[in-house]
């Protein structure tokens, strides 16, 4: 004979909506960065590991957490700043200034 046991209750609605606010954190303010494949701890750890990436966000090393951190008229898109330029002397020495945009070479 099979013993059968009741379903599993599920969270209320609104408990799972506060849930997954308090672990958004800053985040939530800015832009929703997606993991860059850096796992991490700690921003100091993420500092360590790449200059670039600066803070540490459910558990992966991201550069911005929010647009204003880009500096004035750069955004945060994807936990990347996104920076604007003119010529390639706004960009990083590793990227180049394609319509507007700092990229990658």
Request: hydrophobic share 30%; charged share 25%; with cysteine.
């Amino acid at each position: 004979m099979t013993k059968r046991t009741a379903p599993a209750s599920l969270p209320h609605p609104i408990a799972l909506l506060a849930a997954l606010a308090a672990t958004a954190g800053p985040a939530a303010a800015g832009c929703a960065p997606a993991p860059q494949n850096t796992p991490c701890s700690s921003d100091a750890e993420c500092r360590r590991l790449d200059e670039d990436l600066k803070y540490c966000l459910s558990s992966t090393c991201v550069e911005c957490l929010s647009s204003a951190i880009c500096g004035a008229g750069n955004e945060c898109a994807d936990g990347r700043c996104v920076l604007r330029c003119r010529d390639a002397r706004d960009c990083r020495s590793d990227q180049l200034c394609r319509d507007g945009t700092c990229e990658d070479r």
